[in-house]
């Protein structure tokens, strides 16, 4: 792992590594003014000891020098993170060293005799580098975390298997084709294979549903001026804005007919032509497709080209609708809480093992979306969610969950009786055909059960 991150100077430490013991001293005079440690050593044999004992944030290396070169030495590192900077010096302006120190990522190459401000000024800009690197690597190894706990909560086999999917395919350049219902997290798989993926560009999602069906070729391609009517200047699209990056096209199967074949052609042959031009501009961007509906049987329908739903469709990703994961409930609405939580800047609210069981019940036609929506909503009126979402599906279907007893459907419905008579009992035993005695008795017989 790299060393932590530090904006203060006198945190870094230094190895010297040259054959000449007067340049060795020197440095390590001038350079232990300001940085915490610097060691010097004669050859590399010495600096592999030392290196074994000690973190160095920078190598500052002679090339030429008995036994093993500088340059030898430093190659059998492994330079895969952005652990340690390096310096070489040498005496001889030798063309085929330099090109041999830039390819090892040199931070510097500098030539002897050097003048103290020089080294300096190298040193300074490679702890610099440095640290732009390290904050870097943290910052992907943040959104790794992220993704892993909590783009995509949950340890039901099907999310298993969803998450397996997106590390497997992640680092390649093939297209995706993510399928699955409104609110499953579509966008966040998109995400994920981004973040996880080696690519250097942005992530850009698009809509489709969202954009007027005469726009959107526009919006993607880009256009120069008076390409169309109100086409005042020129404008890039989102494929131009996305190179080196992931484009994410959510709703595709909203995409018109006729574009989905210039889509095609870009999938194809990764160039895009503005609108209102003939020159074509070579890209880089890696398309990752959504639908909410099926991709096969708008096919059939001939609703969407068979070419493109065959190239979109080479690592297809099919995401579980929640209620085929209800073993993921409970861990999603940890997560949502705390989430929440720290938005509103509210208290929790705690979930009892009866209000699982009622959410774990519920067939959640907006899926996660829903579900964090709802908690979003108990949280603002400090209520049981699974209440909300009794009263929801009472209204909605007039009818009560299907895993209710007995007892407690008439319960609830005393209690609904109660609401609309505004409390009035005798008027409340009216409507339900009974005494008022009978309905206190019975009223008080069934919350007793229900505790």
Known sequence: MPAPVSN??????????????????????????????????????????????????????????PGQSGLDWVQQFDQSMPSTEVIFMTGFAELENAIAAVRLGAGDFILKPFRLEQMQVAVARCFEKLRLSRENYIYQQRLSR????????????????????????????????????????????????????????????????????????????????????????????????????????????????????????????????????????????????????????LVQQKLFRADLYYRLNILPIPLPPLRERPEDISALCSHFLRQLSAELALGQISLSAADLLDLQAYRWPGNVRELRNLLERAMLLNCSPAQLLIEQDVQNQGCYPVNWSLQKVQLQHIDRVLNVCTGNKSQAAKLLGITRKTLDRKRNTLVDCDD
């Open 8 to 65: 203060n100077t006198a945190a870094y430490s230094i190895l010297v590594v040259d054959d000449e013991q007067g340049i060795c001293d020197f440095l390590k005079r001038a350079l232990c003014k300001q940085y915490a440690l610097v060691d010097i050593a004669s050859d590399t044999r010495q600096a592999q000891q030392l290196k074994a004992k000690n973190f160095y944030d920078l190598l500052i290396v002679d090339i030429n020098m």
């Open 146 to 297: 992220e993704y892993h706990s909590s783009s995509l909560i949950g340890n039901s086999q099907a999310m298993q298997r969803v998450n397996g999917l997106i590390e497997r395919v992640a680092t390649t350049k093939s297209s995706v084709l993510i399928e699955g219902e409104t609110g499953t997290g579509k966008e966040l798989v998109a995400s994920a294979l981004h973040q996880l993926s080696a690519r250097s560009g942005p992530f850009v999602p698009l809509n489709c549903a969202a954009i007027a069906p005469d726009l959107i070729e526009s919006e993607l391609f880009g256009h120069v001026k008076g390409a169309f009517t109100n086409a005042a200047q020129a404008r890039q699209g989102l494929f131009s804005y996305a190179d080196g990056g992931t484009l994410f096209l959510d709703e595709i199967s909203e995409m018109p007919l006729a574009l989905q074949g210039k889509l095609l052609r870009v999938l194809e042959e990764s160039k895009i032509r503005p609108l209102g031009t003939d020159t074509e501009k070579s890209i880089d961007v890696r398309i990752v497709a959504a639908s909410n509906k099926p991709l096969a049987t």
